[in-house]
């Protein structure tokens, strides 16, 4: 049975890191379940050690999608096998783009493989990364195998069919920006955008906690990695309950005082007054 990963996947730069999260719902056809969309690569060596090294994302068919993790993990154990066993740090920027280009090698052989079967592959990839010195890195990588840098402009990535459902929607309508939003809680604002497209389209689920988030670590100088906790899941889902009256309320205020008065309040409310 092939399974249409039809889903939402967002990644948001955030500081010196990349928050990637996910629904958690697959269809064939009427029927839905549950499947994971989002893939820490980490490796674990000398028996104690643990090197944390991406986040790879996917949206389409579900069995390219794992055969896609599959591809971002081997081109993350080939180096580091070759250097970063050896030298206990993560990639620098250019070594991370030559993994980049390993992995859109491979994508292309294979899905050029596939046309040549007949089969039309229907996929997208994205890989989140941190250097050994803090710079983010997020890369897209389309149904071609193509990979496109997207960590500067635009600063984030949405997969799957949530994107045109309401994905991207809400990003333009908050005018997002991640230079300007440094201060915004992006757990948060992704969860709420998952929850609002899951209330439209079924193919989406609301948020249920799938999200992981690479940064590069001050006090410690390296790179960590870790999911979303229990505790952090439970107060998003309040606040986005909340944050959805707010938008309510703002639009049935505004209809009442006027965009100018509401906008002047709003103003002097930003400023303390």
């Known amino acids: 049975m092939v399974l249409d990963n039809m889903t ?38 000398d028996s104690d050690k643990e090197l944390d090294l991406g986040i790879a994302g996917g949206a389409g068919d579900a069995i390219l999608v794992k055969q896609g993790f599959r591809v971002i993990e081997l081109a993350f ?24 280009e390993s992995i859109e090698s491979k994508l292309i052989s294979r899905y050029r493989e596939l046309r040549g079967m007949g089969i039309e592959p229907n996929v ?62 992006l757990g948060l604002l992704s969860a709420f955008i998952i929850d609002m497209v899951s209330e439209i389209d079924p193919t989406v689920s609301p948020f249920l906690g799938e999200s992981y988030f690479i940064r590069y670590d001050e006090e410690s100088k390296k790179v960590v990695l870790g999911p979303l906790k ?18 309510k309320l703002l639009w049935s205020i505004t209809e009442e005082l006027g965009e100018d008065v509401v906008e002047q309040k709003l103003k002097e409310l930003m400023k303390g007054e």
């Open 77 to 100: 154990k080939s180096w580091f096998e070759n250097i970063g066993s050896k030298e206990d740090r993560n990639p620098s920027a250019d070594e991370v783009e030559g993994i980049v």
């Open 8 to 45: 939402l996947v967002i990644a948001l730069v955030w500081g010196r890191g990349v928050l990637v999260s996910a629904d958690s719902r697959a269809s064939s056809g009427l029927v839905f379940h549950e499947e994971k969309k989002i893939k820490p690569i980490y490796f674990v060596y």
């Open 230 to 247: 229990e505790e952090a899941y439970k107060e998003y889902k309040e606040h986005v309950r909340k944050r959805k009256h707010l938008f």
């Open 124 to 185: 997208n990839l994205l890989l989140a990364s941190v250097t050994q010195d803090g710079k983010p890195r997020l890369y897209v990588f389309d149904d071609r195998g193509l990979a496109e840098p997207v960590h500067d402009n635009p600063g984030y990535a949405l997969l799957g069919k949530g994107v045109i459902t309401g994905g991207l929607l809400l990003l333009r309508l908050l005018d997002y920006r991640p230079r300007e939003a440094w201060e915004w809680d």
